[in-house]
Structures are given as structure tokens and as C-alpha cells.
């Protein structure tokens, strides 16, 4: 079945850095999210992202759908962007059927 | 801004006792899903709805749930004889027309078998 792998697994940062985190996936699918799950277990939605760029104020997503990965930028990081970030795929060959990755963990320190 | 709720925020029932986890999706849209997260693990896939009829689910969506929209705005999860593995958080989501298009989850039901 389709795989979908997120990296890093966990990452530390110092308030201020940027990062960037990736999300690969095994097989063509059809749309793309991401999603970042606050300390208090809130999915809160990032960005619909299938192809392209977006960006949205310190957040910004590039995915390639052609070469099958996604890149979440975090720029000027606050000790608010802590949390786990998913990225989450629909599978072209199965309809409405929505795989989760494993998640990045961010933890931003002041 | 219209946003999804789920009642109630967190659930503790007896191993084998029936439990319903409700939401409301937006009310323009049309497909619906349940999600569930062990703590400490991904998101896991449950099943999505559209039409009144289960469009997609996953092997976790055995025989012990179902999902119901009993009326215009609710949708509802039961489990039918809760075991201790099914606690979880359990996060409905809804989109307009599919998984093709952006979803929109709600807070969570926290759920706790004892």
C-alpha cells in the first residue's frame, strides 16, 4: 500500500530558526495537506497544498506532485509553532480514502 | 467561521458499553469522516460518508461501528462494545465535495475504556 514518510521524525529548534520539514509518499494521489496538532490535540489546518506553492505569513508549502513530496518551511520559529506536524494524502486510486503520516514533532525553545 | 464540533469532549466508559461520539460538520458540506489517534500515534483513517451511504473505509472500521447522519446536521460514530484498544481520540472531519478538496476537523472526542 501506499507509503507516506515524514521527515525529521523530531526536531529542536531555538526560537527564531527556520526549518524545513518533508513529507514523501509512495504513490500518486490527489490532494495533500498539512496539518499542525497543537499540545492541546487540535488539528488545525495548514494548507491544502496538491501541487504548488502557498504561503501563509511565517508558513510556507511547496509540493511536487510529479516527483512525490511536499516541503513545509517555518520561518523565524515561535515556541507556538510546538507540535506535531502532519502531512496527509488522498490516494488517487482510492477515492475519499486519506492516509496520515507519521508526523514531525517541533519543539521550539526559548 | 464556520468550524466542526464534536460532543463530548472526552468520554470514559466501561469495556463492552455502547458509546455514540457525535459532530456537527459545516453545514455546506457533504462529506464527512471519522479519524482516530492513539496517543503517541498517527492519524489513522476510519471511514467517510457521502450521500447517507459509507463511500470509503479502513480494515479498523470493523463490524463493531457504524456511522449515521440521523438528521440535517449531525454524524454520528458508535461504537457498538467498546474494548480497551479503541481508546483513542476521535476526530471528525468535513469537506465540501471530498477528500479531493481541503478537509476541516474538529476539536476531538477524547475516549477512555476502562
Known amino acids: 500500500g501506499i507509503q507516506v514518510e515524514q521527515s525529521p521524525p523530531d526536531l529542536i529548534l531555538q526560537e527564531g530558526a527556520n526549518s524545513t520539514l518533508r513529507c514523501n509518499f509512495s504513490?500518486?494521489?490527489?490532494?495533500l495537506q498539512w496539518f499542525h496538532q497543537n499540545p492541546w490535540g487540535q488539528l488545525i489546518n495548514l494548507f491544502y497544498i496538491p501541487s504548488g506553492t502557498k504561503q501563509n505569513g511565517r508558513l510556507s508549502a511547496t509540493t511536487v506532485a510529479t516527483e512525490r513530496y511536499s516541503l513545509l518551511y517555518i520561518s523565524s520559529s515561535q515556541t507556538t509553532d510546538s507540535g506535531v506536524y502532519f502531512c496527509?494524502?488522498?490516494?488517487?486510486?482510492?477515492?475519499?480514502?486519506?492516509?496520515f503520516g507519521p508526523g514531525t514533532s517541533l519543539s521550539v525553545i526559548p | 467561521e464556520p468550524e466542526v464540533t464534536q460532543t463530548p469532549s472526552h468520554q470514559v466508559t466501561q469495556m463492552g458499553q455502547e458509546v455514540i461520539l457525535r459532530c456537527v460538520p459545516i453545514s455546506n458540506h457533504l462529506y464527512f469522516y471519522w479519524y482516530r489517534q492513539i496517543l503517541g500515534q498517527k492519524v489513522e483513517f476510519l471511514v467517510s460518508?457521502?450521500?447517507?451511504?459509507?463511500?470509503?473505509k479502513s480494515e479498523i472500521f470493523d463490524d463493531q461501528f457504524s456511522v449515521e447522519r440521523p438528521d440535517g446536521s449531525n454524524f454520528t460514530l458508535k461504537i457498538r462494545s467498546t474494548k480497551l484498544e479503541d481508546s483513542a481520540m476521535y476526530f471528525c472531519a468535513s469537506s465540501i465535495t471530498g477528500a479531493r478538496y481541503e478537509q476541516y476537523f474538529g476539536p476531538g472526542t477524547r475516549l477512555t475504556v476502562t
Open positions: 460518508f457521502y450521500n447517507n451511504e459509507i463511500s470509503e
Open positions: 504513490d500518486s494521489v490527489n490532494n
Open positions: 496527509a494524502v488522498e490516494l488517487e486510486t482510492s477515492y475519499d480514502k486519506v492516509i
